[in-house]
């Protein structure tokens, strides 16, 4: 088993924690994870990442964990500001590959959209194109699937709700949204329930959301979505858990328009929303075959 290690990163933007495996000079692999989790929820994913050669690093996004926790910088343009400057502190000059679950995926998009130079392969897990996403929100099947968004709006409850028993609600909602609880020891949440056990850091987390509806109810933020996004030129492949209760599997429909490339697909029977947490070995699996056979093995020891 390829060893985790945590890393500590100081960029131009803030400071953030990490976790890594593999050669550092293999192919660089960036994971972003979603909401309301942490780089932790990779944990099983790295190792064979490092395994098969890559670079692999996990980190926790602005606001979460071990990273800086400012109090404003939640819009997509910083957030995949953070990105980029980590793939640049990471692998100077060259490209990388990015996967995002979630929240991370939608960071991964922008940083595919607007900053195509630093993304060589892009994997999205259970997170729609952003497009996409603005688009069919309003479908009445996907409003109710995303009610939590709009609870999210309102000032202080959410965070109250999401702290109180030292954030004792956030293991229960991941749980909810498993199909198979069993899959995922109780110990194996607790760090996100340490997360979020004061009302500051859930704050932080209930930014990503607050920062993007109201950003797409500007007349800026729907024309930038009427407008749409530059075509992503990576690579693409979205991997989707089928029984997602947040979003709808009509999200993944119609891609193209967004992608050089023709986008691939894969969905899997049976998983949930928190695909890396829930399949993991599905999910390391899918993205050694898709980012390249050619890394280099890493040595045994």
Known sequence: MVPLATLSLSLPSLRMKALEAGPAHGPLVLLLHGFPELSESWREVLPVLGAAGFHAVAP????????????????????????????????????????GHDWGGAIAYHLAARHPEVVDRLVVINCPHPVVMARRIWNPAQLAR????????????????????????????????????SRVPPERLQPYADNFASPEAARAALAYYRTAIRSLL??????????????????????????????????????????????????????GHFVPLEAPEQVASLLTEFLGVEAPRAQAH
């Open 60 to 99: 926790d996004l602005r606001g979460y964990g071990g990273t800086d926790r400012p109090k404003h910088g939640y819009d997509l343009d910083t957030l995949a500001a953070d990105i980029y400057q980590l793939a640049r502190h990471l692998q100077p000059g060259r490209p990388v590959h990015v996967v």
């Open 146 to 181: 995303s009610w939590y968004m709009f609870f999210f709006q309102l000032p202080w409850l959410p965070e109250k709700k999401l702290s109180q028993n030292h954030g004792a609600a956030v293991p229960r909602s991941i749980r909810r949204a498993l199909v198979d609880s």
């Open 218 to 271: 500007t007349p800026w933020g729907l024309r930038r979505m009427r407008e749409g996004y530059p075509r992503i030129r990576a690579p693409f492949l979205l991997i989707w858990g089928e029984e997602d209760v947040a979003l709808g599997r009509e999200l993944t429909y119609d891609l193209e328009p967004w992608f050089e490339h023709p986008p691939q697909v894969r969905y899997l029977p049976n998983v």
